[in-house]
């Protein structure tokens, strides 16, 4: 059990917030809920110890194993992917090798009277205790399932972990956390870098074999599918649902309604007592009733409604020309880079107004097909756009592209045309860059308010063909909602990479599975293919 006293956040006169108190159990599975600056991650920091709050404690039994995966982060650039995964173990490693050490010594000394002799033997004794207690483990065998489950395949595991990116390096972070088997995981959008099949192991992991679990994240469908508890970060404290997320909505609405309720029979209240008050002030008889309500009136605790974040992203695709009857052709398309193959004799058509998604493990060429239709890099086979389509792409690192020298304002301003240069604010204020907000460095932005402004770029002229790569990274759940909404009204052709489920589900209906050096494609909406998805890939993957 892990017991949070009195936390406490304060800085530059600011409250983030107080008095926050909660206990995590032994298979508590948490999702830690709150709009953006609410304080998630902070109060994530402090529970792992990585952030001192300004008051308060954290307390918990001194064996506790407490494992933290921040957002950003690079593991070390001088081992093999096996190497740093078994880093997990390095514990065990010590202890096992300290045995074999001290054994050695005790083989070679003769001085078996002495203190010295005694104090090995002593020391040996306690450490065989230690780990002989331990649960016999094929350690090898739990680092290559965990890597494999990940998305590492086997080839990978003697690459240096300097040739990954930093998404594959964050999944390596990840396997060593979940190989510790810790007392308490927190994970900070542990899915931002991770494929769906990826993403199912890990929901199966995180319900099927951790203790307690505590996550932060924007994919809706991972937390609805791996908790039973939401705490919410709100106006500096926090609330305590035993519910998952889908649920913890319906309970806050229920519990707005009720603040609301009371709040307007407490301002009632207050506006009786105040007319009673003005109207027999001075008047002799009444002077005890009338000190008694004003002192009743500065004791009253005001009741307040929670916050309801109403800003949000409201997008509206401009209209464009309309394109030809296959916005995308390709034909016995074939890419490899030396004598490693990507994909081979891949064929696809695309008919004007479809909604399609790209799906499969990273690696598998999804990104590598983009490229070949937007004609960034060479092929072998055919592949063409079709009459009059106008492109619009959003490239899965869109928001890293920007300059972060240049200032909201002047990142849109440097792209806009015509019109579109006399509304910027107005623009701007449709995705939540309001007042000083433009004039911000990009540098200073968030992640998710870089996406947004990457998003912002990306419409300001007309398209016929959306290709988005991974959109919702960094997007908050009601920012998701609203792109998806507005992607649904998007009457031109949509080409979709997402590893969000929640997201993909009723947003296309036809799918291309990228997968074994093949383009597959199924006659079928998303929802299906990743239900039967879910069913092969627990086939697949031994969870034992």
Not at 372 to 400: M, P, R, T, W
Request: aromatic share 8%; hydrophobic share 40%.
């Amino acid at each position: 059990m892990i017991t949070v006293d009195n936390l406490a956040v304060e800085f530059s006169g600011t409250t983030l917030f107080k008095d926050v108190n909660f206990v995590i159990n032994e298979n508590d599975k948490i999702a830690l809920m709150g709009k953006n600056g609410a304080g998630k991650s902070t109060m994530m920091k402090i529970v792992a110890g990585a952030q001192t709050p300004t008051r308060g404690k954290v307390s918990c039994p001194k064996d506790t194993i407490i494992a933290y995966l921040p957002q950003h982060l690079l593991t070390e650039d001088d081992c093999t992917v096996i190497e740093e995964a078994s880093k997990a173990f390095s514990q065990v490693f010590k202890m096992r090798d300290e045995i074999e050490s001290l054994n050695k010594q005790l083989e070679t000394r003769t001085d078996y009277e002495s203190d010295a002799y005694m104090s090995i033997i002593e020391k040996v004794t306690e450490l065989g205790d230690q780990y002989y207690a331990l649960e016999e483990v094929n350690y090898d065998a739990e680092v290559e399932k965990a890597l494999k489950g990940l998305g590492f395949k086997q080839s990978d595991f003697t690459r240096l972990t300097s040739q990954f990116s930093g998404g594959w390096r964050m999944r390596i972070e990840l396997a060593k956390i979940l190989l510790q088997k810790p007392d308490l995981i927190l994970l900070d959008e542990p899915t931002n870098h991770i494929d769906i099949e990826s993403v199912i192991w890990l929901e199966d992991f995180l319900v099927n074999k951790a203790n307690a679990v505590m996550v932060i994240s924007h994919d809706r469908a991972f937390i609805d599918n791996i908790t039973n508890r939401t705490v919410e970060v709100t106006m500096g404290r926090i609330y305590d649902y035993k519910a998952n997320y889908s649920h913890y909505l319906q309970l806050r609405e229920d519990r707005r309604i009720h603040q609301v309720k009371a709040y307007q029979e407490q301002q009632k209240f207050i506006a009786d007592n105040k007319v009673f008050i003005d109207r027999f002030k001075g008047t002799y008889s009444k002077t005890n009733q009338v000190t008694s309500r004003e002192r009743m009136l500065e004791k009253l605790e005001i009741i307040e409604i929670d916050e309801v974040d109403n800003t949000s992203l409201k997008l509206r695709f401009p209209p464009a020309q309309r394109s030809g009857d296959y916005p995308v052709t390709v034909e016995g398309l074939t890419k490899k880079y030396d004598e490693h193959v990507v994909f081979s004799d891949a064929n696809m058509s695309i008919k004007r107004g479809e909604k399609v998604s790209f799906v499969g493990r990273n690696g598998e060429g999804k990104s590598t097909m983009i490229k070949s239709i937007l004609g960034e890099i060479n092929f072998d086979g055919k592949c063409s756009l079709g009459h009059n389509v106008q492109v619009g792409y959003f490239a899965q690192n869109q928001a890293a592209l920007l300059d972060n020298e240049l200032t909201v304002f002047q990142t849109v301003d440097e792209v806009a045309k015509g019109d579109a240069r006399t509304g910027i604010k107005n623009t701007l204020g449709r995705f939540m860059f309001k007042g000083d907000d433009i004039d911000k460095k990009v540098g200073v932005l968030s992640g998710g308010e870089k996406t947004r402004l990457a998003m912002v770029k990306l419409l300001l002229e007309p398209v016929n063909l959306l290709i988005l790569d991974e959109p919702t990274n960094h997007l908050d759940l009601k920012s998701k909602d609203v792109l998806k909404e507005a992607l649904l009204d998007f009457d031109g052709t949509l080409i979709l990479v997402s590893h969000d489920r929640d997201f993909l589900q009723g947003l296309s209906e036809k799918v291309f599975e990228f997968k074994d050096k093949r383009v597959i494609e199924h006659f079928e909406t998303i929802d299906a293919f990743l239900k039967r998805n879910r069913i092969d890939s627990l086939k697949a993957i031994d969870l034992n």
